[in-house]
C-alpha cells in the first residue's frame, strides 16, 4: 500500500526520464495517444505493453490510481494519465492499453525502482526524436 501512495510524487519520471538516463540522451520514444493528443516517452524505461483487462479497485487512492493488476504474481498500481494531467478519466476502447514501466525512486538509483502500469488510450509507434523537439510532460 505505501507504494501505490508513493506513485504520485513517482510520475514525473515515467514520461520524462528512463532508470538511470538523461531524458536528451535518449533518441527512441514510445508514442501514444491521451485524449486527443500524442505524447512519448523513453523506450528504455518500458518492460511491456499489454491489453486493457480487468482492474482491482484499491480503496481510497488517488482518483487517478485505476487499481492493480497481477502481472505474473507482482502486484502492480495502474495511473490513468488523463485523470492525472486534470482532464476527463479514459474511456476504456477496445485500443486503451496498460504500458509496463519502470521508475526510480526519484534518487538516482537504480536499487530503489518500481514497476507501474501507464493506462493510454492508444499506443502508436516507437519513433527517433531528436532532443531538440521534444516537450516535457505536465507535472500536475
Known amino acids: ?9 513517482q510520475l514525473p519520471a515515467v514520461l520524462n526520464a528512463a532508470i538511470g538516463q538523461n531524458p536528451l540522451d ?3 520514444y514510445l508514442t501514444f495517444m491521451l485524449g486527443g493528443e500524442v505524447y512519448a ?5 518500458i518492460k511491456e505493453i499489454i491489453e486493457y483487462g ?6 481510497r487512492m488517488p482518483h487517478f490510481i485505476r487499481g492493480v493488476i497481477n ?7 495502474v495511473i ?3 485523470a492525472r494531467f486534470g482532464k476527463a ?18 534518487h538516482g538509483t537504480q536499487g530503489n525502482t518500481q514497476v507501474v502500469g501507464v493506462m493510454v488510450d492508444a499506443v502508436n509507434a516507437v519513433l527517433d526524436i531528436q532532443p531538440g523537439e521534444i516537450e516535457f510532460a505536465p507535472t500536475s
Request: proline share 4%.
Open 54 to 59: 480487468s482492474l482491482t479497485e484499491v480503496p
Open 71 to 77: 502481472l505474473r504474481g507482482a502486484v502492480v498500481p
Open 80 to 82: 490513468d494519465l488523463s
Open 89 to 106: 478519466a479514459t474511456t476504456v476502447t477496445r485500443r486503451t492499453c496498460i504500458v509496463i514501466v519502470e521508475v526510480s525512486d526519484g
Open 41 to 45: 516517452m523513453g523506450i528504455l524505461s
Open 1 to 9: 500500500m505505501n507504494a501505490l501512495a508513493t506513485t504520485q510524487q
Open 26 to 28: 535518449q533518441h527512441q
